[in-house]
């Protein structure tokens, strides 16, 4: 399975993934509609909080939301939101989510949904700040009732390492996660 | 050399090899920490590397500029791609 | 579609409209339209830090776009540092986010009663009040705004306290690092008491053909990031030209005395990558990342963080004042950054006022106590802070060169190098002929970013430059021939990138493998629906230029002024090519050639089939009866202005 990840040392605030996204799911240059937010909170600052769904293993806001709009693509791992399900105000999902993921988009609440296996972001990310990574997981793994936090899962990529699967809150290449 | 900004209670050579792109011929390579060069195996340029953690590294610029220059000379002030 | 919004301090009141197709047409944006829109507005007599003076700022065509580089916006205005054309373009993510919240071109006119900034946020412009920002520097009054109206993505322009204080080369500031820097177009805000200008907005920037839009823009990408300019500019920014100007022996030292001095080694781009850099930074969707952003250990063992340095503070403070400490050059830039003073003019200021007192024109009594020595720290330090505090030589050098030279006397002008009162760049380049040309006929005087043949460095095939500018350009940078070509065509690139919000880092501006005029036809096609033809986007950049010079025609230039610095007419001392210099008899001829493909006549003044053929019959009536005004230097450094009967 594939999952999008973010090196933020590498992040220039450059926005182009912004502007990739915004173009890509509505046609136009409205930032707002972006799935993936960067965000410089002080002038001087040299680091940049990097808003996008990671499709973790382990997703609260799939465990809170009461309508079922939120569900998982058993294949892909892949979180999807179905906003016809989303009653306007509830919102529970937001702060839910330790890597502020799910953002206000012009119409209600967006979310990636990895735009069919090749996310144009990663696409026009010049630094590789963000790329794709490779897992494979246990079916327990999956699911909106999962196992107990922090459980140990195969992970593979091209050369063979083994390492652990991160969980929603140890997403081990956004070592800083922003509060919503 | 270039700067390797892993704080020093992080064991060198703890991450992953890291997948670095060339930026003369866009060929994949992988770099572990701490080395600080890399030479890309298609097109033979070595590049200075700086790390931010084992897991995280990036090229910064080539081992040195103007032999680079007058290496890449051949094609008209540019690389490929060019008018 | 967005607007254009006339916004008049005095009376706070706002007028909206639509941005006349006739000006897209015919200047696309950004620059373009601004140049047009200074021409009918100000003329010879407007005070530069009056009411009447008019603030335009323009973002380009392109700006705000899923393309690559459309970044960047102009300020304009009657520069209160020169005294005529003032304009500057930045970029970072202001210029965007203007677009964004529905504006593409704002004309600021009058004086505010009191201190305010503009709050521009989908389609509304408030005016709040500033005074409350007084004691912070440029940095910290962006916080303060972004902080104060509630949002983190809200992007500022802002001065310091020097454009507050009115030093005539204050510059205006977004970021730690993107500044609109020469010509002093932050005293002009300081002027308006308009102290920054806040823009957020969601609104969409309208593109006609999103599907061909999206295809140009990838082709784009891989054609830049398949170029060695690319290349140079990603890993070093603009510190790549140290490599060019130290290892083929122009750098400038010692405020250009010297083509070359020892001290360049420790300025090595590679050393500040090592040491100093901590981080990169992009401007709007540019994958370059050229920003640099640094932390230091100062001298006074305190850790600095900041923007950049650009190529111009480390040569301007490093070998033409005589410095090799990255420590002291970094914080002076900082220094610079924070309070919103143009690193350009500090640069060349410091270095002169170096050389003054090197040849005891001044002194101690004159500077305030300090000890201008080559290369020392408190003496660099000493000449920002006294400008931002007004006193000592501080005091005289905020008024501008000019005034500062006049009061100095004793010939202190004779050392100051410029061309039309802007400071020439910190690297020599008298051995590179099409730019010396560029140097001395830069619209807004001496300039690097308007006429500047960058190619000329690298020794380009003639095959290679015939495709390119139309006619075979020498290798040979020595070579006069065809190079008032090579000049024109870099002034054309130059003008349509800044009317369209274009980084000139991915032009072939900088290298022949980039963007050229052809992509950016392609791209105004599928951003706006507009076919222009190559020759009509060329012709553009023929009209900009045109204007600009009529401009200075009517502010009383002419061939007079379109001369590079004394200096340049002296031999190099050191490296191998000592003995270059520039030609007095050839450099004339060069510049008689450039006139007339220029369509201009022999005094510099654009011809009647010139101006009718760019549709600038109208502006150009005042030619019938123009006065041309001579500055008189004499020995006791006194000015005397003569304004003589225009010759025919």
């Known amino acids: 399975m594939l999952r999008l990840r973010v090196d933020r040392n590498k992040c220039t605030n450059c926005r182009f993934c912004e502007s990739a996204c915004a173009f890509t799911h509505v046609g136009q240059t409205v930032l707002k509609d972006s799935r993936i937010e960067v965000v410089q909170q002080a002038v001087e600052d040299q680091s940049y909080a990097i808003g996008v769904c990671h499709q973790c293993s382990l997703c609260p806001p799939l465990d809170v939301c009461p309508t079922g709009a939120l569900t998982r693509d058993p294949r892909t791992g892949i979180i999807h939101l179905d906003r016809a399900l989303c009653p306007p105000g509830c919102r529970l999902c937001v702060p839910a989510c330790p890597l502020a993921a799910i953002l206000d988009g012009t119409a209600g609440l967006i979310l990636c949904d990895f735009c069919g296996g090749e996310p144009e972001c990663v696409k026009v990310c010049y630094t590789e700040a963000l790329f794709v990574r490779e897992y494979t997981l246990t079916p327990r793994g999956l699911g909106k ?17 083994q390492a652990e699967e991160p969980s929603a809150v140890m997403a081990s290449e956004t070592p800083d996660v922003p509060t919503s | ?71 890449s000379r051949g094609s008209a002030a540019g690389g490929r791609g060019n008018a | 579609m967005n607007k254009m919004a ?70 304009t205005a009657k520069s209160p540092e020169t005294g005529h054309l003032g304009d500057s373009a930045a970029g970072g993510h202001f210029a965007a986010e203007l677009r964004f919240a529905g504006f593409d071109h704002l004309v600021m006119k009058g004086r505010a009663e009191r201190p305010v900034y503009l709050w521009i946020h989908d389609g509304r412009i408030e005016f709040r009040n500033a005074a409350h920002l007084e004691p912070l520097n440029s940095v910290e009054t962006q916080n303060a705004i972004k902080a104060e109206l509630g949002d983190v993505k809200i992007q500022v322009a802002a001065i310091g306290p020097a454009g507050r204080r009115l030093v005539r080369w204050a510059c205006v500031m977004h970021g730690v690092g993107d500044a609109w820097g020469r010509t002093g177009m932050g005293a002009v805000m300081g002027s308006k008491n308009l102290w920054a200008v806040a823009v957020r907005g969601n609104g969409a920037i309208p593109v006609a053909d999103p599907a061909r839009m999206m295809e140009v823009t990838q082709a784009h990408y891989a054609q830049i990031t398949g170029t060695k300019g690319f290349l140079a500019t990603s890993n ?38 090592d040491k100093y850099e901590s981080a990169k930074a992009s401007c709007f969707n540019c994958p370059t990342h050229c920003r640099h952003q640094h932390e230091v250990v100062l001298r006074d063992g305190t850790r600095k963080r900041g923007g950049g340095p650009e190529y111009y503070g480390v040569g301007g403070w490093g070998s033409q004042c005589g410095c090799s400490d990255w420590r002291t050059i970094l914080e002076a830039w900082d220094y610079c950054n924070e309070m919103g003073l143009d690193t350009g003019s500090a640069t060349a200021y410091t270095a002169w006022l170096m050389e003054l007192y090197e040849k005891g024109i001044i002194t101690e009594a004159d500077t305030g106590g300090l000890a201008l020595k080559w290369g020392d720290h408190d003496a660099i330090m000493g000449v920002l802070r006294q400008t931002v505090e007004g006193r000592g030589i501080g005091a005289l050098i905020a008024g501008g060169w000019m005034a500062a030279a006049r009061d100095i006397g004793r010939g202190a002008h004779r050392y100051f190098d410029h061309v039309k009162g802007l400071s020439i ?143 340049f007419y002296r031999p190099w001392t050191h490296g191998p090519r000592a003995g270059t210099r520039v030609e007095p008899e050839a450099y004339e001829a060069l510049l008689d050639r450039y006139y007339a493909v220029r369509g201009w006549d022999r005094k510099g003044i654009p011809g009647g089939e010139t101006l009718r053929a760019l549709g600038l019959e109208k502006e150009g009536a005042f030619l019938a009866d123009r006065r041309e005004v001579r500055f008189v230097w004499n020995d006791a450094g006194k000015e005397g202005a003569v304004h003589a009967a225009a010759q025919g």
């Open chain 1, 145 to 161: 009732h999962a196992a107990t936090r922090g459980h140990r899962v195969a992970v593979t990529r091209g050369n063979g390492h």
């Open chain 3, 236 to 273: 070093y920014g603009t510190l790549i030209r140290l490599n060019n100007t130290r290892t083929q022996g122009y750098e400038g030292g010692f405020n250009h005395q010297q083509n070359m001095t020892e001290l360049s080694a420790e300025l090595d781009s590679d050393v500040f990558l």
């Open chain 3, 425 to 567: 760049e910190c690297d020599d380049v008298r051995g590179h002929r099409a730019q010396v040309l560029g140097l001395a006929t830069a619209s807004r005087g001496a300039d690097h970013l308007r006429s500047r043949f960058t190619l000329e460095e690298f020794s380009l095939p003639e095959k290679v430059t015939e495709k390119l500018v139309g006619v075979p350009i020498p290798a040979d940078a020595l070579s006069y021939e065809n190079k008032e070509h090579a000049c024109i065509w870099t002034e054309n690139i130059c003008a349509v990138a800044d009317a369209l919000g274009m980084c000139k880092f991915l032009t072939k501006w900088l290298s022949v493998g980039l963007l050229g005029v052809g992509e950016f036809r392609d791209a105004i096609e599928a951003a706006t629906g507009t076919a222009f033809s190559v020759e009509e986007l060329v012709r553009v950049g023929d009209r900009v230029t045109n204007m600009e010079r009529l401009f200075l025609v009517r502010e009383g230039m002419s061939r007079k002024d379109d001369a590079p610095p004394e200096k």
């Open chain 2, 1 to 71: 050399m270039a700067r390797d900004y892993t704080p020093k209670r992080v064991k060198a050579g703890a991450g992953r090899p890291v997948a670095m792109r060339c930026k003369a011929c866009a060929g994949r390579f992988e770099v572990a920490h701490p080395a600080a060069t890399a030479t890309c195996p298609d097109c033979g340029e070595g590049w200075k590397i700086r790390w931010f953690t084992p897991d995280s590294g990036m090229i910064i610029a080539p081992l040195n500029w103007t032999d680079y220059q007058v290496r």
């Open chain 3, 6 to 75: 006339v916004i008049d301090l005095t009376a706070r009141t706002v007028e909206v409209g639509g941005v006349p197709e006739d000006l897209r047409r015919r200047f696309l944006g950004g620059r373009g339209i601004n140049t047009h829109l200074l021409f009918h507005m100000v003329d010879e007599w407007t005070d530069p830090l009056g009411p009447e003076n008019v603030l335009l700022l323009g973002a380009g065509l392109l700006t705000g776009l899923p393309w690559v580089g459309g970044t960047r916006c102009n300020f």
